[in-house]
């Protein structure tokens, strides 16, 4: 029967639309030939027949490569089984990462890059049987919760009323913050696996710092467990969201701004992690100062913050900038029109030149510049090329045009030899950027199982450290 739809396909149904998706598809080599029959299929070329079983649904491809041993190696062609995996809701780019570098867990071992040496049949059915996870990306502004099945985070709120009153104890502060979002999806924490990411105070490698980070990881552990929460992943999201695992992730975060080195994973601590003493915060309240300035009336910060997020950006030139006309207008419901004029740029500039709001601070490219140094200094690898990313993530970070003057500046204060090859990536998915990095894991094939502690493996782990 399935034989008899597959032949009919060949006449009845236009493959144009599939055809040019394969051909994006990573070529590999064909499936070794066998000497059982295909039947009425013989005669056709390989190639051809990769195309027709592309008609049928990939259920409808196991059941056929479950006739013979000719249909077998057919249906196990990894072209076939990529394409099906072209055609799900996530790209194929992030799929393809994903599967090649974190499906081992951490710490990460790279995969050779070649399809030919996975099976991307056995992916694909992992995949469908992945459970999924819920998502809580809590930034140190704001937090965005979801459904690691959705495209986008289902919800959002402000971390830093979540957490309450900051002398209440952490257990307390924690059991809060999570209850809220649970209730807010209206979920039971027992069902699924939690994929988390929370705001670390603590940059440098002090015994008093170590102690601090892992107190938080424990305290979020704890209050997760005893929630019934069967897994948990704790994880460099934002990182992954641009399809790397080394790299310098530059986040510009609600209070302070960190310059992480992460190799394979791991943040380098040892070489050093730089931070900056003001945030996203900083530049809206420089805004609201530049407005009330220019006697520009507004109800609230949120009303600053919505206008910083939409007409702000940064210049490539800042004085000449100065000389231009860069007079922009916005309506804010309930409130009416506003115009900016250069508090437009003005406001980002503050990341270069923190004098202008009168900080006493390194500017951003400084800090990523001697980031670059220590890295490059310290020598952990025979390739440089591993600290030439820089990967941007938070709300401010998505300011247009941050990206191309960070890059700009660093090769202007770099040396030539390191400054060869230094590319700067804006937020690969905006705001949302660590959530779609979790998004990546709680996909894979393999998980949750090496990404992710249980309550048992916590437990037992507790134990022995006592």
Same mark, same amino acid.
């Given at each position: 029967m399935i034989l008899r739809k597959v032949w009919g396909s060949v006449w009845s149904r236009s493959s144009s639309g599939k055809d040019?998706?394969?051909?994006?598809?990573?070529?590999?080599?064909?499936?070794?030939?066998?000497?059982?029959?295909?039947?009425a299929f013989d005669h056709l070329p390989m190639d051809i027949l990769i195309q027709i079983l592309m008609l049928v649904e990939p259920r409808d491809a196991v059941k056929l490569s479950l006739t013979c041993k000719a249909w077998r190696c057919l249906g196990g062609d990894n072209r076939l089984w990529i394409f099906y995996l072209q055609c799900s809701q996530e790209s194929w780019d992030s799929?393809?990462?994903?599967?090649?570098?974190?499906?081992s867990g951490y710490p990460l071992r790279m995969l050779s890059s070649q399809s030919g040496e996975l099976s991307f049949m056995r992916i694909y059915g992992q995949r469908a049987r992945v459970p999924g996870s819920i998502i809580i990306d809590g930034g140190s502004g704001y937090c965005k919760f979801g459904w690691s099945k959705y495209a986008s985070p289902s919800g959002r709120s402000a971390t830093f009323l979540e957490f309450g009153n900051i002398e209440s104890?952490?257990?307390?502060?924690?059991?809060?913050?999570?209850?809220?979002?649970?209730?807010?999806?209206?979920v039971k924490p027992s069902m699924q696996p939690i994929v988390v990411s929370l705001p670390l105070c603590h940059f440098d490698d002090t015994e008093s710092a170590k102690a601090s980070r892992r107190q938080l990881k424990t305290a979020i552990l704890n209050v997760l467990f005893d929630m019934n929460v069967p897994a948990v992943c704790a994880a460099v999201l934002a990182l992954y969201a641009a399809r790397r695992t080394s790299g310098i992730v530059v986040n510009i975060g609600f209070q302070v701004i960190t310059i992480l080195p992460i190799l394979h994973g791991k943040v380098m601590r040892q070489i050093g992690?730089?931070?900056?003493?003001? #945030?996203?915060?900083? +530049?809206? @309240?420089?805004?609201?100062?530049?407005?009330?300035?220019?006697?520009?009336?507004?109800? &609230?910060?949120?009303?600053?913050?919505?206008?910083?997020?939409?007409?702000?950006?940064?210049?490539?030139?800042?004085?000449?900038?100065?000389?231009r006309d860069t007079q922009a207008s916005m309506k804010i419901a309930g409130e009416g029109w506003f115009t900016l004029s250069k508090e437009r740029f003005q406001t980002g500039e503050i990341l270069f030149q923190p004098r202008l709001a009168g900080l006493r601070a390194m500017?951003?490219?400084?800090?990523?510049?001697?980031?670059?140094?220590?890295?490059?200094a310290a020598g952990v690898?025979?390739?440089?090329?591993?600290?030439?990313?820089?990967?941007?993530?938070? #709300?401010?970070?998505? +300011?247009? @045009?941050?990206?191309?003057r960070l890059e700009k500046e660093l090769h202007d204060h770099l040396p &030539?030899?390191?400054?060869?090859?230094?590319?700067?990536?804006?937020?690969?998915?905006?705001?949302d950027s660590a959530w779609h990095g979790a998004k990546l894991i709680s996909n894979l094939s393999t998980f949750p199982g090496p990404w992710c502690i249980t309550r048992k493996q916590f437990r037992r782990k507790s134990r022995l450290m006592w």
């Amino acid at each position: 029967m399935i034989l008899r739809k597959v032949w009919g396909s060949v006449w009845s149904r236009s493959s144009s639309g599939k055809d040019s998706a394969s051909h994006s598809a990573i070529q590999v080599p064909l499936s070794p030939s066998s000497s059982s029959s295909l039947g009425a299929f013989d005669h056709l070329p390989m190639d051809i027949l990769i195309q027709i079983l592309m008609l049928v649904e990939p259920r409808d491809a196991v059941k056929l490569s479950l006739t013979c041993k000719a249909w077998r190696c057919l249906g196990g062609d990894n072209r076939l089984w990529i394409f099906y995996l072209q055609c799900s809701q996530e790209s194929w780019d992030s799929i393809f990462f994903a599967e090649t570098s974190l499906r081992s867990g951490y710490p990460l071992r790279m995969l050779s890059s070649q399809s030919g040496e996975l099976s991307f049949m056995r992916i694909y059915g992992q995949r469908a049987r992945v459970p999924g996870s819920i998502i809580i990306d809590g930034g140190s502004g704001y937090c965005k919760f979801g459904w690691s099945k959705y495209a986008s985070p289902s919800g959002r709120s402000a971390t830093f009323l979540e957490f309450g009153n900051i002398e209440s104890p952490i257990y307390a502060r924690l059991q809060q913050f999570f209850a809220t979002i649970f209730t807010r999806m209206q979920v039971k924490p027992s069902m699924q696996p939690i994929v988390v990411s929370l705001p670390l105070c603590h940059f440098d490698d002090t015994e008093s710092a170590k102690a601090s980070r892992r107190q938080l990881k424990t305290a979020i552990l704890n209050v997760l467990f005893d929630m019934n929460v069967p897994a948990v992943c704790a994880a460099v999201l934002a990182l992954y969201a641009a399809r790397r695992t080394s790299g310098i992730v530059v986040n510009i975060g609600f209070q302070v701004i960190t310059i992480l080195p992460i190799l394979h994973g791991k943040v380098m601590r040892q070489i050093g992690v730089e931070i900056i003493g003001f #945030g996203a915060l900083k +530049l809206t @309240g420089f805004l609201k100062e530049k407005m009330q300035e220019n006697n520009i009336t507004f109800q &609230s910060l949120y009303t600053v913050r919505t206008l910083k997020e939409n007409l702000c950006y940064v210049a490539l030139d800042y004085k000449a900038e100065l000389s231009r006309d860069t007079q922009a207008s916005m309506k804010i419901a309930g409130e009416g029109w506003f115009t900016l004029s250069k508090e437009r740029f003005q406001t980002g500039e503050i990341l270069f030149q923190p004098r202008l709001a009168g900080l006493r601070a390194m500017s951003l490219h400084q800090a990523v510049a001697l980031c670059m140094d220590h890295c490059d200094a310290a020598g952990v690898t025979g390739d440089d090329s591993w600290f030439k990313t820089v990967v941007l993530a938070g #709300g401010s970070a998505c +300011l247009p @045009g941050l990206a191309e003057r960070l890059e700009k500046e660093l090769h202007d204060h770099l040396p &030539s030899y390191i400054c060869n090859g230094v590319r700067v990536i804006p937020p690969p998915c905006g705001v949302d950027s660590a959530w779609h990095g979790a998004k990546l894991i709680s996909n894979l094939s393999t998980f949750p199982g090496p990404w992710c502690i249980t309550r048992k493996q916590f437990r037992r782990k507790s134990r022995l450290m006592w």
